[in-house]
């Protein structure tokens, strides 16, 4: 009998690249990969790479756990995922993490920008508008657990602190600023009123590669002095950041390794988020085939580059398996423990027991007493050390502070190649768009940009 090259393994609904159209789509492993093949009757067949580890692609089934929906949802469900987000009814995961859009406007255009910021593009939202949008997220969540002030870049916003003000009178449960850092390196003065947010305050700062032609390439300017000086300031202020690198393949994916090993030698920095590109906003020739780099890989990379972590150290997260993986660390006395290894899977499922318990390491049991019983200096928190996103676990170490803490975190967001309706529909990482529709990060990209909205309406209709 004839036999295919590849091993079916599952089937889901995509999107044709050119049209986005949804079209059915097989799952396949062919020579150790995983593929995804689909045709669309007016452009025909495509088959995109979406993971080179096929044991790890299917655990994550392993990690899936019940759905936590918002309080509220925005809009109703009518022509189904992904032409109806707002939150629609049909959608799975709540906001864990809410990005609010303060500005269209930016003092770069980069390359790499999904936006297409740029200094002269769209305007400031005004105070009122970003206030609705606030609202907005508090009315769906009652308790949002993060919210990402973006833009743009926010800090040039003209209204900024009046902006974080605001943020900071609602219980929101932490607050991230996402900036490329230019203001805060240029203004120590700036800097300190940053810090001022304290606590439940984090900078989630640009830092994607030590290398001037990358830089250059994926930001239009070698930013590295612009980094290490934002660094300074946010080491002297003790202000907690995390890294956020944008991966492309063949550019950065080979310092991913150097920049872990860096961040944990910065007394600020409390975790790395890798981030593969997405090709949307002015990435969108972006060569699908030969420049993409996929969860997995991006995963491997870390392994091989590093010593920290281990294979059981980088996990799927469970609200949103296919697009997020945690590793979490510990920062001791100068050393570094990894911790995820000690989750107990059942429990990591169950919401009321998301408690990594690490008491087994005998060596790390024995620096936790060593460490207190000789006085070793730790800034110690009020309550228990948690993570900031109800989806990561927390950690069964009241001695600690958030300080001590130390996030690996990969944040793959679909595009209309590898789109997979199963990973939209568990998409915890959403925006707020002008119409105060709160919008999984993926699809507004696709979809819901001033630019797309005609096309959108296009789709719709053919539905009809």
Not at 126 to 139: F, G, H, R, W, Y
Not at 155 to 163: G, K, L, R, S, V
Not at 273 to 288: D, K, M, S
Request: contains cysteine; glycine residues 4%; aromatic residues 8%.
């Amino acid at each position: 009998m004839p036999t295919r090259k590849y091993t079916y393994y599952d089937f889901t609904l995509s999107l044709c690249p050119e049209c986005l159209k949804r079209i059915d789509a097989k799952i396949v492993f062919e020579e150790d990969k995983v593929y995804m093949l689909k045709r669309c009757p007016e452009h025909g067949n495509s088959k995109v790479l979406i993971a080179d580890d096929v044991e790890y692609y299917k655990n994550i089934r392993n990690y899936n756990k019940p759905s936590e929906t918002p309080y509220k949802f925005n809009t109703k469900t009518h022509y189904g995922c992904p032409y109806d987000c707002g939150l629609c009814p049909d959608h799975e995961q709540h906001s864990c993490l809410t990005v609010i859009e303060v500005t269209d406007r930016c003092n770069l255009s980069c390359p790499t920008c999904y936006a297409c910021s740029s200094p002269s593009y769209g305007r400031h939202r005004t105070l009122e508008e970003i206030k609705t949008m606030l609202d907005t997220i508090v009315a769906n969540e009652k308790e949002p657990d993060v919210v990402q002030i973006s833009g743009g870049e926010p800090t040039i916003h003209p209204q900024f602190f009046e902006i974080l003000d605001y943020a900071k009178s609602l219980p929101i449960k932490h607050l991230m600023l996402n900036t490329n850092g230019i203001k805060i390196a240029k203004d120590f003065e700036f800097a300190k009123r940053l810090a001022s947010y304290t606590p439940d305050f984090e900078i989630y700062l640009q830092f994607d590669s030590f290398k001037k032609e990358v830089l250059e390439n994926m930001r239009g300017a070698n930013l590295l002095k612009i980094r290490e000086q934002a660094l300074e300031h946010l080491n002297a202020l003790n202000l907690s950041t995390t890294l956020v690198v944008t991966l492309q393949k063949g550019s950065n994916d080979d310092e991913i390794g150097k920049i872990i090993d860096f961040a944990l030698q910065q007394k600020c920095v409390r975790g790395v988020t890798l981030q593969p590109t997405q090709i949307a906003g002015r990435l969108e020739n972006f060569n699908h085939q030969t420049d993409r780099i996929t969860l997995t890989e991006v995963r491997r990379k870390i392994l091989e580059q590093t010593t920290v972590f281990e294979e059981d150290d980088l996990i799927p997260v469970p609200c949103n398996p296919d697009a997020l993986v945690m590793g979490y660390a510990l920062k001791l006395d100068g050393e570094v423990f990894p911790l995820t290894r000690y989750i107990n899977p059942t429990d990591l499922l169950d919401n009321s027991k998301n408690t990594i318990v690490y008491e087994q390491d005998e060596h790390l049991h024995g620096k936790m007493i060593e460490l207190f019983s000789t006085g070793n200096s730790v800034e110690v928190a009020n309550e228990n050390l948690k993570s900031i996103m109800c989806c990561l676990p927390q950690i069964d170490a009241p001695e600690l502070g958030y300080d001590n803490l130390f996030r690996m975190i990969i944040m793959q967001f679909i595009d209309a190649h590898n789109f997979d309706v199963r990973a939209i529909k568990k998409s915890c990482v959403h925006i707020v768009n002008k119409d105060n529709k709160i919008i999984p990060f993926e699809t507004m990209n696709l979809f819901y940009r001033d630019d797309k909205l005609a096309y959108l309406q296009q789709l719709k209709n053919t539905l009809l």
